[in-house]
């Protein structure tokens, strides 16, 4: 069974930083491209950054140079580095492996609530 578990989530004052990290099943993580998204009370869920299996990385606009994604697939994990937290980052954060394809997959974790607030 497939298993994408995030951690790192909690509360930081505006302008604090956080790591989020995501582990993904080994049999699958090398060969997916992996998201972080997030959903905001009243908000749809909206993607945050993506790293392909090559490692091409693509983000949202409004967290362009504050956030930095990563993976690191000896560990099968991927990490969302966040600098300079504003109160409108609050939101439940969400893992993804995907991949396309005939043989493609799209699993979720289960998110972890990040609060930025003072």
């Known amino acids: 069974q497939v298993q994408v578990v995030e951690s790192g989530g909690g509360l930081v004052q505006p302008g604090g930083s956080l790591r989020l990290s995501c582990a993904a099943s080994g049999s699958i993580f090398a060969r997916s491209s992996m998201g972080w998204y997030r959903q905001a009370p009243g908000k749809q869920r909206e993607l945050v950054a993506a790293?392909?299996?090559?490692?091409?990385?693509n983000y949202a606009d409004s967290v362009l140079g504050r956030f930095t994604i990563s993976r690191d697939n000896a560990k099968n994990t991927v990490y969302l580095q966040m600098n300079s937290l504003k109160p409108e980052d609050t939101a439940v954060y969400y893992c993804n492996a995907r991949r396309r394809g005939l043989y493609g997959y799209d699993y979720w974790g289960q998110g972890t609530q990040v609060t930025v607030s003072s």
């Open positions: 790293i392909t299996s090559d490692g091409d990385i």
